[in-house]
């Protein structure tokens, strides 16, 4: 009867505990054919630099369309691959078919793949980029690996020595999402990050509270004064590139820009961006 399947009734929710635990089987289940499957993808996002209003390189992202439930997006499949040990799998999958690609772009594009912090503590990811690196014949400076705050939530050497192996490869690290996980700022002297990339929370408020805007100028200030460049996330307003550009901020990442798009519509885009420069505020042109 209707009544007790209304919101607000312990038989409604049980239903849909229900339901998602299905639907994390099906997942489980799925995700282990669906790299043989083709089933993965890769999407990628530009960064742009706001002196100039250049594009440095894109940001590799994955993207799972599965056969009957459609495209699962990242943040439901990668945590169940984390749970299950696939991500070392998908990681692994990931980062070759990116530095694949890359390899033939123009050569001062850089790349960036995401990396699981389940990924530094479940294998050798130094000797698995070193070897990525060689077989896809990809530049190591060209190579930029992201990681969030949630590396440092376990405090595990290997984990930092493995960063800083990536480090000695002449690999470049990013801390993705800055300011919304892990609150200490200790890990920031332990080890050198090259990029911080200041999370989309911010920049969704930039324009509307003082708050918002007084953090993101002070992780820039806190950036410059570690040597660390800065990405905003998330931008989808030319007035939060302005606000940006005051603060002081190195680039940008956001649908303002463009989405994230298939391998193939790259050059296209990198075309496009140079004849038109569509969405440059005037005071950023160079
Ligand atoms: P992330 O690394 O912080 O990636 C940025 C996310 O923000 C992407 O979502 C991107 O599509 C989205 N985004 C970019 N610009 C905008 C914007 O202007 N507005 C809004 N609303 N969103 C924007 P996506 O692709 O769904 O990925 C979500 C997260 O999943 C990623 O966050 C990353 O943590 C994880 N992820 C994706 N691919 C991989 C991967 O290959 N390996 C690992 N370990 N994690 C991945
Ligand atoms: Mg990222
Ligand atoms: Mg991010
Ligand atoms: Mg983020």
Redesign the pocket.
């Known amino acids: 009867d209707a009544k007790s399947h209304a919101p607000g009734t312990a038989r409604f929710y049980v239903q849909r505990l229900g339901e998602q635990v299905r639907r994390r089987q099906i997942m489980e289940r799925d995700l282990r054919d669906a790299i043989e499957q083709g089933q993965l993808s890769?999407?990628f996002?530009p960064k742009i630099e706001l002196k100039g209003w250049r594009v440095t390189g894109f940001?590799?992202?994955?993207?799972w369309r599965h056969p009957v439930h459609g495209n699962i997006?990242?943040?439901e499949f990668?945590p169940i691959a984390e749970d299950c040990g696939l991500?070392t799998t998908?990681?692994e999958w990931?980062l070759q078919e990116a530095c694949r690609c890359a390899a033939r772009w123009p050569a001062e594009l850089s790349l960036a793949?995401?990396?699981?912090p389940v990924?530094l503590m479940a294998q050798n990811i130094v000797s698995l980029v070193e070897s990525t690196l060689k077989t896809t014949g990809l530049a190591a400076h060209r190579l930029e690996l992201?990681i969030?705050e949630s590396v440092f939530i376990q405090e595990n050497r290997s984990t930092v020595q493995q960063l800083r192996g990536l480090h000695d490869l002449g690999v470049r690290i990013a801390l993705?999402?800055f300011g919304t996980g892990y609150s200490s700022l200790a890990y920031l002297r332990r080890f050198p990050f090259d990029t911080l990339?200041i999370d989309?929370a911010f920049v969704r408020e930039l324009l509307v509270s003082r708050d918002a805007r007084a953090i993101v100028r002070n992780i820039v200030a806190l950036a410059k004064s570690l040597r660390m460049a800065t990405v905003a996330?998330?931008?989808?307003e030319p007035a939060q590139v302005l606000v940006l550009g005051d603060e002081g901020c190195d680039q940008i990442?956001?649908?303002?820009a463009a989405?994230?798009m298939p391998a193939e519509e790259i050059r296209n885009f990198l075309r496009n961006w140079r004849d038109q420069r569509p969405v440059v505020p005037p005071s950023f042109q160079p």
């Open positions: 890769l999407a996002q940001e590799a992202l994955m993207r997006p990242p943040v990668i991500i998908l990681g990931a793949v995401n990396l699981s990924q992201e969030t993705d999402d990339k989309r996330e998330g931008v989808e990442q956001g649908f303002l989405r994230p």
